[in-house]
C-alpha cells in the first residue's frame, strides 16, 4: 500500500496544521480486496468479432471497472495486465485522496502517482478504434450476408462460404493468448497499427478476386481480415482504462464494444443493396468491386488515421489508478497458472460449455441466416439483409437491458437461466414460424431470439466474473470465447450440412436441442459470487475501519 504521512508544522509553531493527506489506518491500506470488476483485455473485451459476443463482453467486463463504491480499492495482480502497462499488485486506489511523493521520488520516478489528468485526445482515439472495429467487423459477415450471390459468382458449394466466416472463429482460437500477450508486453498502439493494417491489408487483397476462378484470393484476403480481428477484440476495456477517468470509463468501454456490433448490423444491411443478384456476371462482378473498393479505401483512411492519432497512452494519467499502475514495476502474471486454476472451477467449467452453446448457436444462426430467408423468401436478399440487422439491433438493446438489470438486482444465477430459457423458446419460434409465408412474422422473430440469445452474453462473462474472482476477467471471458469459436464452428458445419440434406426446420431444430441442453446445464451451475461477497467484506472493513480526520 501507499503511505500517507500528515505534514506537520516546524518544532515550536503551534498553529494547527494545514489540510492535507492523512495517515490511513493499515486495515484500509491493506485488507481491501479487488471488489470491482478489473478492465483487463486478455481476451475480456474482445470476445469474437460477431454480432455481440465479444463485443458486449467488453461491456460486461468493463462495466464494473470505473465504479469504485468506497474510498480505496485494491487492484489485483492482473489489473494492468494486457494493457501495455505494468501490472501491479497490492496497490490502493485513492479516489478522493491525492497521493504525495515518496521520499526520494520526483515527477518523473516511481515514487510519484504523478498528476491525474484526461486527455481531449481520448475520444477521437476511442472514435478511431470504434470505426476500424466496424470495419473489420463488416468484412466478417459481408459473405454470409449474400452467400447465394458469391456461390452463384465463384461456382463455389454454401459450405465453401460458410467457411469464409468461420475463418474468424477459427483464427481466434490458437492466437487469442499470444495477442493478449503482445498487448501486455509492447502496448495499446503496436497492436492498433497491426490490427488496422491487417484489416486495410485484407480488404486490398479481394480487390485481386473480381473474377469467378478468383476464389482462393478472396479466401486468403478473408483471412487476414481475420488475424487483425484478434488484433481488434481485445482492445475495448484497455483503451477505456488506459485513456478514461473513473467515472467515463464503462461508457468509453461500451462505446468501443459497440462499434463492433454496428459493423455486423451493416454487413447485414450494406451487401444485399450494393450487391444485387443480377444474372450478368460482368455486372456482378462490377457490383461487387464497388463493394471492395469501397472497404479497402475506408480501411485504409483510418490505417492512415491510426498512424497519425492514434498515440500510446496520454501525457497524464487519467486516474488515480492509472497513475499506480505506471508507478508501479511489473509483476508477473501466469495466464498458464490462472487458466489451469479456472479449469479446476466446476461451476465456471459448466458456465464455459453453455455460453459456448449458446453463442455458437448465435453464430451459426447468423452465418445462415441468408440460405434460410433465401430457401422460403426467393429473390428477398434485401430483406434476408434486414432480418439480419434486426436480429443484431435488438440484440444490442437485450444487451444493455441485461447489463443495466444485473447492475441494479445482481441476481446472476436466476437472470442467466431466465435468459437462457427465454432463448430457447425464441429459437423454437423461429423455427415453427420461419416458413408460414409472411416476412414480418419472420422480423419479430428474429428480433425476440436476438433480444434474448444476444442478451445473454454480456450476462455470461459477468456471472464468469464472480464465480472466478479474484482470477483476471480477461482469461475467463477469453475461454468463454474459446468455446464459443469452437462450438460455433461445429455448429455452422452441422447445421450448414443438414439444411442441405433435410431443410431448414431441421437444421433450426438441430440447434433447439443444443440449447435445451444448455438451459439444463445452466440450473445445475452453483450461484458461487465470490466478488461480490468481497464487496461486502470490503464495505464491512471500511465501515469499522477508524474514520479519516
Keep these: 500500500g501507499l503511505e500517507h504521512t500528515a505534514r506537520r508544522p516546524p518544532p515550536g509553531d503551534h498553529r494547527r496544521p494545514p489540510a492535507g493527506p492523512v495517515a490511513l489506518p493499515a486495515p484500509l491500506h491493506t485488507a481491501l480486496p479487488a471488489a470491482q470488476g478489473r478492465c483487463v483485455a486478455a481476451g475480456g473485451a474482445g470476445g469474437p468479432g460477431r454480432a455481440g459476443p465479444g463485443a458486449v463482453a467488453g461491456a460486461g467486463a468493463c462495466r464494473q471497472g470505473g465504479r469504485a463504491r468506497f474510498l480505496g480499492q485494491v487492484l489485483g495482480p492482473a489489473a494492468g495486465a494486457g ?3 505494468p501490472s501491479g499488485a497490492g496497490m490502493v486506489r485513492q479516489e478522493s485522496l491525492q497521493e504525495p511523493a515518496e521520499p526520494g521520488g520526483d515527477e518523473r520516478g516511481p515514487g510519484v502517482a504523478g498528476e491525474v489528468r484526461v486527455s481531449r485526445r481520448r475520444w477521437a482515439v476511442l472514435l478511431l478504434f470504434s470505426s476500424y472495429s466496424l470495419c473489420n467487423a463488416f468484412q466478417w459477415i459481408q459473405y454470409g450476408s449474400i452467400s447465394n450471390v458469391f456461390m452463384r459468382f465463384y461456382g463455389v458449394s454454401a459450405f465453401a462460404i460458410d467457411w469464409l466466416s468461420m475463418s474468424y472463429m477459427l483464427t481466434y482460437i490458437p ?14 498502439r503496436l497492436i492498433a497499427l497491426t490490427g488496422s493494417a491487417l484489416n486495410a491489408l485484407g480488404a486490398w487483397v479481394k480487390l485481386g478476386s473480381l473474377r469467378p476462378p478468383l476464389f482462393p484470393v478472396t479466401v486468403l484476403g478473408q483471412v487476414i481480415c481475420s488475424l487483425a480481428q484478434v488484433f481488434i477484440l481485445g482492445m475495448p476495456s484497455c483503451i477505456a482504462s488506459v485513456w478514461f477517468g473513473s467515472r467515463e470509463v464503462s461508457t468509453a468501454c461500451s462505446i468501443a464494444v459497440f462499434g463492433n456490433q454496428l459493423g455486423i448490423a451493416l454487413g447485414f444491411l450494406v451487401p444485399p443493396v450494393l450487391v444485387p443478384n443480377v444474372e450478368n456476371v460482368e455486372k456482378l462482378a462490377y457490383h461487387i468491386s464497388i463493394m471492395f ?36 514495476p511489473t509483476v508477473e502474471y501466469s495466464y498458464v497458472q490462472s487458466i489451469l486454476r479456472l479449469l479446476r472451477n466446476t461451476s465456471f467449467v459448466l458456465l464455459m460449455v453453455t455460453y459456448g452453446l449458446n453463442t455458437g448457436c448465435f453464430y451459426s444462426l447468423s452465418t445462415l441466416l441468408n440460405r434460410m430467408v433465401i430457401h422460403h423468401y426467393p429473390g428477398e436478399e434485401v430483406n434476408a439483409g434486414r432480418i439480419g440487422l434486426t436480429l443484431v439491433l435488438s440484440g444490442m438493446a437485450g444487451a444493455l437491458i441485461s447489463g443495466l438489470w444485473l447492475d441494479r438486482t445482481k441476481t446472476y444465477k436466476q437472470t442467466t437461466l431466465v435468459v437462457y430459457i427465454m432463448s430457447l423458446v425464441g429459437m423454437i419460434v423461429y423455427t415453427f414460424t420461419l416458413s408460414l409465408g409472411h416476412l414480418w412474422v419472420v422480423f419479430v422473430t428474429a428480433g425476440v431470439l436476438g433480444f434474448f440469445m444476444t442478451g445473454y452474453l454480456p450476462l455470461g462473462f459477468e456471472f464468469a466474473a464472480e464465480l472466478t474472482y479474484p482470477e483476471s476477467e480477461g482469461t475467463s471471458s477469453g475461454l468463454l470465447n474459446v468455446s464459443a469459436q469452437i462450438f460455433g464452428i461445429a455448429f455452422t458445419i452441422s447445421q450448414g450440412q443438414i439444411m442441405d440434406r433435410y431443410g431448414t426446420k431441421a437444421g433450426n431444430i438441430f440447434l433447439c436441442s443444443f440449447l435445451l441442453l444448455g438451459t439444463i446445464m445452466t440450473a445445475f451451475i452453483k450461484a458461487d459470487l465470490r466478488r461480490q461477497q468481497a464487496n461486502v467484506e470490503s464495505e464491512r472493513t471500511v465501515s469499522k475501519s477508524p474514520s479519516i480526520p
Design 293 to 328: 473498393f469501397m472497404t479497402a479505401g475506408v480501411a485504409t483512411a483510418l490505417f492512415i488515421l491510426v498512424v497519425i492519432v492514434f498515440k500510446e497512452k496520454p501525457p497524464y494519467p487519467p486516474s488515480q489508478a492509472q497513475a499506480l499502475i505506471q508507478s508501479r
Design 175 to 188: 492466437l487469442l493468448f499470444p495477442v493478449a500477450w503482445l498487448l501486455d508486453r509492447r502496448g495499446l
Design 83 to 85: 494493457c501495455g502497462e
